[in-house]
């Protein structure tokens, strides 16, 4: 199983871009890497998931080096509502399973 | 709608007793899966469904917890004798098939209290 380090917390202003980096040094070659984001109270709900290069969706960008060591979630013009746990993941078990393995995420907060 | 429906979202039972949690995944999705989640921890792997057969039930911390799933849809997960380190927020997900690479969708969770 591929470990993921990212920051247990970072800070923003609304309108601010944001950017959460997550290390997966040991990534598979057969490992997608995948963002959810994670409100109180609620389950966790999926952003984007990505290969390789970079991944453009409706609420966020993902970018993937060519050595697929770390990945970059990039959240354009945040808004309080974007208040959330945000978590890497990559790949699952490795096998037919695909579990999750959460770690503890990154809680960003956006103050006014 | 059209998401992983979850029942009951909060359910508070007496230690000893037992408990019947009910997962609805979205529609068409053969792989389903149960996780926990405890109090300011991460999430937990209990057990995958592909279609009725359970693969994987590698999470299931005792055999006080089992689950089932019927008609390649529905799933219950059952805790018997409730414990109180039983008390956690259970979460269902579902995936179109199982697999690395299919984004796994989730219901909002039962939140169990066993006091």
């Known amino acids: 199983l591929a470990k993921t380090t990212q920051p247990i917390s970072m800070d923003s202003y609304e309108g601010q871009e944001v950017n959460i980096t997550c290390s997966h040094n040991?990534?598979?070659?057969?490992?997608?890497i995948t963002w959810y984001q994670q409100f109180p109270s609620q389950g966790p709900r999926f952003i984007i998931q990505?290969?390789?290069t970079k991944v453009t969706n409706e609420v966020a960008s993902l970018f993937i080096p060519a050595d697929r060591k770390s990945s970059t979630l990039s959240l354009p013009r945040v808004s309080l509502s974007d208040t959330a746990v945000y978590y890497c993941?990559?790949?699952?078990?490795?096998?037919?399973?695909?579990?999750?393995?959460f770690g503890t995420g990154t809680l960003l907060a956006v103050q006014p | 709608g059209a998401g992983v429906s979850q029942s009951p979202s909060n359910k508070v039972t007496e230690k000893g007793k037992d408990v019947e949690l009910r997962c609805d995944p979205i529609?068409?999705?053969?792989?389903l899966y149960w996780y926990r989640q405890s109090l300011g921890q991460g999430l937990e792997f209990l057990i995958y469904?592909?279609?009725?057969?359970?693969?994987?039930k590698s999470g299931l911390p005792s055999d006080r917890f089992s689950a089932e799933r019927t008609g390649g849809s529905v799933s219950t997960l059952t805790i018997q004798r409730t414990q109180q380190e039983d008390s956690a927020v259970y979460l269902c997900?579902?995936?179109?098939?199982?697999?690395?690479?299919?984004?796994?969708?989730f219901g909002d969770g039962t939140r169990l209290s066993i006091l």
């Open positions: 997900a579902s995936s179109l098939v199982g697999g690395s690479g299919q984004p796994q969708h």
């Open positions: 040991n990534i598979a070659t057969n490992d997608y």
């Open positions: 990505g290969y390789k």
């Open positions: 993941l990559v790949g699952g078990d490795g096998g037919a399973t695909n579990k999750l393995i």
């Open positions: 529609s068409g999705h053969t792989a």
């Open positions: 469904f592909q279609g009725n057969s359970a693969p994987d």
